[in-house]
């Protein structure tokens, strides 16, 4: 099959192109960064360079219409947030588009949206409230003695506040676009990935967040088993009768009660877990193999965040041997002996961020989705 992947700045895209590739499949790349990471990788057959998606969203569209149309495309499947613009679309794409209906995404992408969704699943997450004003975040300090504050829309806990004073946050949030509280509740985190078709789950991982760059993106994943974590996501995704890749966020007390924080309908950093399975690429395209999990359990990292954003962290926390112990024993997701280029050309990419970065006053780590964010604008 010819598989077009969108989105292959991420080291997320990168994997699931080299799985396509060993699967036999025909793999195109289409990204609106320039020398992104995936570019140089043995696995493409063809990259192309598309206008940027939150800036040009028709011409984003139109380049893929044509991409798929002279390459004789099967199947289309976003990765990053360009996913919310690809769903936009995906009716008018002249192939098989793997992701919802952008109505279905926005409900979970909004993290206000979300919430009230769950919660009339009877499914567990945190009190949450709307903010929208000063006398919102006053109601909420008076509600709970910890909370979270969160923009409704926001990825990679970019400007989440955690635990702030009220002063604090009185003087962070502007009220331009909507915010949530949630009471913040102490336990340990997990993230999952999963691939769904029709409501069923077909391929799935759970892993704890232990490093991560800033204060979000998980940068080691190491599988585990959570039976309470896989029922919480086949019941949600069968509620939701929901196709496409979804993942969550949780966080489990003492206690055992397990809270869902949040969720990421789109591609994220369990692929790499999953990929390790030569039956995971079926779980994409309809060839329901059963459910897939990694067949293995070791840690994988992302080498070079956890260098940069890891390291300091943890010598500042205490936890220097931690990481050491996790970094010598953890394999990098983006080098690999029979595609090298890929991590020799890496800093390419980074060094784009950070131009970016410098350019409009945001983080590197902000900057890396400028082009392709989604933030509810239909």
């Known amino acids: 099959m010819n598989i077009l992947l969108t989105g292959g700045r991420a080291p997320a895209a990168l994997e699931l192109a080299r799985a396509f590739h060993r699967a036999g499949h025909s793999v195109f790349m289409a990204e609106s960064l320039r020398g992104h990471l995936s570019q140089p990788s043995a696995a493409l057959q063809a990259n192309f360079i598309v206008p940027a998606p939150r800036q040009h969203k028709e011409a984003f569209l139109s380049a893929l219409n044509h991409i798929i149309t002279a390459n004789k495309i099967d199947v289309l499947i976003p990765t990053c947030e360009e996913t919310f613009y690809v769903s936009m679309g995906r009716d008018q794409l002249p192939c098989a588009v793997f992701v919802e209906s952008i109505n279905q995404l926005n409900a979970l992408h909004n993290k206000w949206d979300f919430f009230i969704n769950t919660r009339g699943m009877g499914l567990l997450v945190p009190e949450t409230m709307l903010i929208k004003n000063q006398a919102d975040i006053l109601q909420a300090y008076d ?109 489990q007390t003492q206690q055992g009660e397990l809270f869902a924080l949040e969720c990421n309908p789109r591609t994220t950093s369990g692929v790499h877990l999953l990929a390790s399975n030569p039956q995971f690429v079926k779980a994409f395209i309809g060839q329901n193999p059963g459910c897939v999990h990694p067949m293995e359990t070791s840690p994988h990292m992302i080498t070079t965040a956890m260098l940069a954003y890891a390291l300091p962290a943890s010598i500042r926390s205490g936890r220097f041997f931690k990481w050491l112990q996790t970094y010598l024993a953890s394999r990098d997701v983006i080098f690999d002996i029979h595609d090298p280029l890929p991590s020799l050309f890496q800093f390419r990419g980074i060094l784009t961020y950070i131009t970016l970065a410098r350019k409009y006053g945001i983080t590197p780590l902000e900057a890396s989705t400028f082009d392709i964010e989604w933030n509810g604008s239909m």
């Open 143 to 251: 509600r709970w003695l910890s909370l979270i504050l969160k923009p409704v829309y926001s990825r990679f806990a970019a400007h989440t506040l955690i635990r702030p004073s009220i002063k604090r946050a009185l003087s962070m949030l502007n009220f331009e676009s909507p915010w949530i509280a949630q009471e913040f509740i102490e336990g340990h985190p997990y993230c999952t990935y999963s691939v769904c078709h029709n409501g069923i789950v077909h391929a799935h991982t759970t892993y704890p967040s232990v490093f991560t760059a800033g204060q979000g993106a998980t940068i080691v994943f190491g599988h585990v088993e959570h039976p309470a974590i896989f029922n919480w996501v086949k019941t949600f995704v069968r509620e939701r009768n929901f196709t496409g890749q979804i993942a969550f966020d949780f966080i």
